[in-house]
């Protein structure tokens, strides 16, 4: 089973700074990672998939990068409504399918 | 556009059974892939079952392989969850995900979750 590490658990930053979260598989996943967001009570929201292909209706400050074992998802610029929790996940080779643990982007 | 509504959560106690029902509109659920993802409390997301289409693939996480079973009715575009057995660590917020057209394990729409809460 790959397993996803995500880093940093938290990240601190202020509207408009530019953001960079991390996704590490314990094993090559190809391009086969996607991202999520998901505010407080809500379901999360497809933001990318394919590591750098961005879902309908996402914004263009939401890019996404990396292949094999090491992925990034950045945020040119944030916005308010963009903190929240982030999640990576892989459909490498499945069954399984797994996530990371998330990353919590809070307002500094 | 895609609406996926949840429904049957509730409190069971260890050992019961439970059955979730996912009711979805506004795209032609006959041709996707279908996904039941569950949260526990404060907790991060954990994929608990997968099935194509038209049922002609099934996959399960092995933490529920044997307790829960996944199936569809297309005539009444309803995804749904058999839960059996179930056991104090299944306590979570379940949610019915769509397959993305790309690739039928992304998940590119969610509903709004159902609550099922095990505990005696």
């Known amino acids: 089973e790959t397993v996803l590490t995500q880093s940093p658990g938290t990240l601190s930053l202020s509207p408009g700074q530019r953001a960079t979260l991390s996704c590490r598989a314990s094993q090559s996943v190809s391009s086969y990672l996607a991202w999520y967001q998901q505010k407080p009570g809500q379901a999360p929201r497809l933001l990318i998939y394919d590591a750098s292909n961005r879902a309908t209706g996402i914004p263009g400050r939401f890019s996404g990068s990396g292949s094999g074992t090491d992925f990034t998802l950045t945020i040119s610029s944030l916005e308010p409504e963009d903190f929240a929790v982030y999640y990576c996940?892989?459909?490498?080779?499945?069954?399984?399918?797994?996530f990371g643990q998330g990353t919590r982007l809070e307002i500094k | 556009q895609v609406h996926l509504v949840e429904s049957g959560g509730g409190v069971v106690q260890p050992g019961g059974s439970l059955r979730l029902s996912c009711a979805a509109s506004g795209f032609s659920f006959s041709s996707c892939g279908m996904h039941w993802v569950r949260q526990a409390p404060g907790k991060g997301l954990d994929w608990v079952a997968s099935i194509w289409y038209d049922g002609g693939y099934i996959y399960y996480a092995d933490s529920v392989k044997g307790r829960f079973t996944i199936s569809r009715d297309n005539s009444k575009n309803t995804l749904y969850l058999q839960m059996n057995s179930l056991r104090a660590e299944d306590t979570a917020v379940y949610y019915c995900?769509?397959?993305?057209?790309?690739?039928?394990?992304?998940?590119?729409?969610w509903g709004q979750g159902t609550l099922v809460t095990v505990s005696s």
């Open positions: 996940q892989h459909r490498s080779n499945w069954p399984p399918i797994t």
């Open positions: 995900a769509k397959g993305h057209s790309s690739d039928w394990a992304n998940f590119d729409c």
